[in-house]
């Protein structure tokens, strides 16, 4: 039985590409079709109905009809806007990052609701919650491991051993925590206080409410920053761009509030 020529998803915009005058391709995250892909005709013109309902960011019911090479959208209705977002450009940041770690570590058309349900709670929070540093941490890890990369926290990758609560060492390559004898073998393999230790396997083996009760200094949300933000590099083997962007921001943000007191 031959598939239906008309569909629609619930859609996450991902991505945006645009094509010749005023047509676009749009990338989409979904939760029973994985990512996705569809042609959006004079979507860039100023009379588009469908311009409003497929910025990025945005949460939409989305229509396509089937075709040879790509699916054209053929209709759009926004659920969420997530207004927040679109309204600071640090939050607009935020969102960006997001966007580009699912496009990055997912394949096109292959269904990961969990992974769809992480996203929608997680551009959620970023619009309503504090510690937006904090969630993006918690997607961050759990991102990694519905990508199948969950680091080892709690043993030397190395020789299996449980870890002592001291100064341990995690390495990109080896996928987790070495112990200090271990780390030897390891040039790559950065030091991680004790503090940061717990915070990560809180993060990684928690649900968002409790994992959102912990409180973090800068000097250990920098540090906890500084890993993830390595173990994501190793395993795409590339900078994050939008990354290099919250850096950016994030060190005005800081310089502002100094500049404030």
Not at 111 to 130: A, I
Not at 197 to 223: M, T
Request: overall charge neutral; hydrophobic content about 35%; charged content about 25%.
């Amino acid at each position: 039985m031959s598939e239906p020529r008309n569909y629609q998803t619930e859609a996450i915009v991902i991505k945006k590409t645009k094509l010749g005058e005023a047509d676009s391709i749009l990338t989409f995250f979904t939760p029973r079709l994985g990512k996705i892909q569809g042609f959006a005709r004079s979507l860039r013109k100023p009379k588009s109905k469908m311009a409003g309902h497929l910025e990025l960011l945005t949460h939409s019911q989305v229509s396509f009809a089937r075709g040879r090479n790509i699916d054209t959208i053929t209709g759009s209705q926004t659920i969420n806007s997530f207004m927040p977002l679109k309204n600071d450009l640090w939050l607009t940041s935020c969102g960006l990052y997001v966007a580009e770690l699912v496009n990055q570590f997912t394949a096109d058309q292959q269904e990961n609701y969990p992974l769809f349900r992480l996203m929608l709670d997680t551009l959620e929070r970023l619009c309503g919650e504090d510690n937006k540093e904090l969630i993006l941490r918690y997607f961050e890890l759990h991102l990694i491991e519905s990508a199948g990369y969950r680091p080892q926290l709690r043993e030397c990758v190395a020789c299996h051993s449980a870890l002592e609560p001291a100064t341990n060492y995690f390495s990109p390559s080896a996928g987790g925590m070495l112990c200090p004898a271990c780390s030897l073998s390891q040039p790559y393999s950065s030091p991680l206080s004790v503090n940061a230790q717990k915070v990560l396997r809180l993060l990684q083996g928690s649900d968002y409410p409790r994992a959102s009760r912990v409180k973090i200094d800068p000097e250990l949300a920098a540090e906890i920053e500084n890993v993830i933000s390595e173990y994501l590099k190793h395993l795409l083997e590339r900078e994050v761009k939008s990354a290099a962007w919250l850096d950016t921001l994030r060190g005005q943000r800081l310089q502002f509030k100094q500049d404030g007191t």
